[in-house]
Structures are given as C-alpha cells and as structure tokens.
C-alpha cells in the first residue's frame, strides 16, 4: 500500500471515530435528559440540553472536518445524527431487547415518542452545526488545500494585474509619442 492510500484511510478512520464519538456523546446527554431523576449528570434544564448538545457538538464535528469538503461535513452531521438516534433507540428498547420488562402500550407509547422527538432534534441541530462549524473552521483554521487555493488565486491576481499594467504602459505610450498633447508638467 502506498502512501497516498494510507493517508486516505487514516483520514477516514479520523471521521469515523469523530462522528461514533459525537453519537456517543449526544445520545449519552439525551438519555440523561429523558431520565433526569436517574441520572448521574446533574442537569438543570433538559430542554437546553436536548437543543445546545446537538448543536455544539455538530458545531465541534464541523470544525473537525476543516480539511475535508463541504459535503463531507454534512454527511457526517447525518451519520451522528443517525448514530445518536439508534443509540437513543437502543437503550430505550433494551429493557424490553433484554426481557427485563414486558412490552405494553404505555412503555410503546413512552419509548415511541421519545425515539420520534430525538430524531426530530437531532437531524437538524447536528447538520446545522456540523455546516456552521466547517464555516467557522475556515474562517479561523483554513486547511492547507484552502491555504494553497488561495496562494493560487493571490498568484493568478497578480499576474493579472502585471498584464493589465504592462498594457496599460502599452496603450499610452504610443499616444505620447504620436504628437499629441504632452501632459502638464507639475509644480510642486
């Protein structure tokens, strides 16, 4: 395997572990906030909790991802959110996956609508976040393919402008020499 190929693979084991950590940490504040008399996280709103964790972790994710594309970020925004969900999910449905408790419709209903409300918040704090924090990240942490993009442009301005210039000098120089009216001299 050459170089080349390694780099690629470490760079997707590097997302990878990022968007399993970012689920992990979502979908741990999300049990807590359901649960909140159970749990060991002392948490004073839960409603803030199920709106900033998603948020600020997409936003962490998204700064992250500097070094790759737009679409990456926002693919791995979807993929913890999804992640995060199924966890949610999991350990919601586990007394009943374990055969501790016996399935009815009062914990189907409590399960169900806990499931639907972490999908629902999820989606799009995590997406958004992870799109805003690769905004952030480039504004403040550019990677080094925009840092070498940028040197192009800066490259390719410049040599704009010494053509413009040169035919510039071009233009007004044959109308000097032409007889025309020479410009006035300056008095300092």
């Not at 959110?81 to 007394?95: D, I």
Request: proline share 5%; with cysteine.
């Amino acid at each position: 395997m050459d170089e080349a190929t390694r780099t690629l693979w470490r760079q997707r084991a590097f997302y990878v572990v990022w968007i399993v950590v970012g689920a992990v940490i979502v979908a741990g504040f999300f049990v807590a906030a359901f649960f909140a008399d159970f749990s060991l996280i002392e948490l004073g709103d839960p409603g803030a909790v199920l709106l900033l964790v998603p948020l600020l972790t997409g936003l962490l994710l998204g700064i992250l991802l500097t070094d790759a594309e737009i679409v990456v970020a926002a693919g791995a925004g979807v993929a913890c959110a999804t992640l995060a969900a199924g966890l949610v999910a999991v350990f919601l449905f586990s007394p009943l996956l374990a055969g501790v408790a016996v399935g009815s419709n009062i914990f189907a209903a409590f399960t169900i609508s806990r499931v639907a409300l972490s999908v629902v918040v999820l989606f799009p704090l995590v997406l958004v976040g992870c799109v805003l924090g690769r905004g952030i990240g480039d504004l403040f942490l550019p990677s080094p393919r925009l840092k070498l993009q940028l040197d192009e442009l800066r490259e390719e301005t410049r040599r704009w402008h010494d053509a413009l210039d040169r035919l510039e000098r071009r233009t007004t120089e044959p109308e000097r020499g032409s007889g025309g009216p020479e410009p006035p001299e300056r008095k300092d």
